[in-house]
């Protein structure tokens, strides 16, 4: 177009534009072939399929094995998280200082209730109730587990009434 001090007149900025992958997720479901077999104990709920077999801890919350095709893919499963690793800027403006109730408030987490619900022969939702007693709130993390293996993972955070600084991750 037209000249500036940095730029000629007709520079070429960009000659092509691309899309970048993205993922959207397939509303199809695949056919559940087997059924689904749930077996509890007073610390552990095991969920088997015909080529799976996951194991939660009720005491911990969360998932301790995993298995898929006789070979163990997971020893555990995802924590409740609400920290990151501090960056420069968050080291100047105090982030590790004035979020630091957060470092903890996941792995200082305990569960207070679960319950397991049968939606079919083949398909169960495993959810797990938290007292995340630093930062005076709750939280719950659902799975919904398929004869096939497929785990779907929910969580959810409910603030208490304490105030709270930001949420440096979640």
């Known amino acids: 177009r037209t000249a500036t001090e940095l730029v000629a007149a007709g520079h070429i900025v960009a000659v092509d534009q691309f899309r970048l992958p993205h993922f959207i997720e397939s509303e199809e479901r695949t056919e559940l072939v087997s059924d689904l077999m749930v077996e509890e104990s007073d610390e552990l709920i095991s969920l088997r399929g015909a080529s799976f077999n996951a194991v939660f801890d009720i005491i911990e919350g969360k998932l301790c094995s995993y298995e898929f095709d006789s070979r ?5 499963g995802p924590d409740l998280n609400f920290w990151r690793a501090p960056t420069d800027n968050d080291f100047g403006n105090w982030m ?3 979020c630091k109730d957060w470092k903890n408030a996941g792995k200082n987490s305990t569960v207070t209730n679960y319950e397991v619900e049968e939606i079919s022969s083949s398909e169960t939702i495993l959810k797990f109730y938290f ?3 630093a930062v005076e709130s709750t939280g719950t993390t659902e799975y919904l587990i398929n004869s096939n293996g497929d785990i779907k993972v929910k969580s959810e955070f409910k603030p208490g009434s304490k105030k709270l600084s930001e949420l440096p991750r979640f």
Request: cysteine-free; hydrophobic content about 35%.
């Open 96 to 98: 590790q200082m004035r």
């Open 72 to 76: 163990e893919l997971f020893k555990t």
């Open 131 to 133: 007292d995340l007693k």
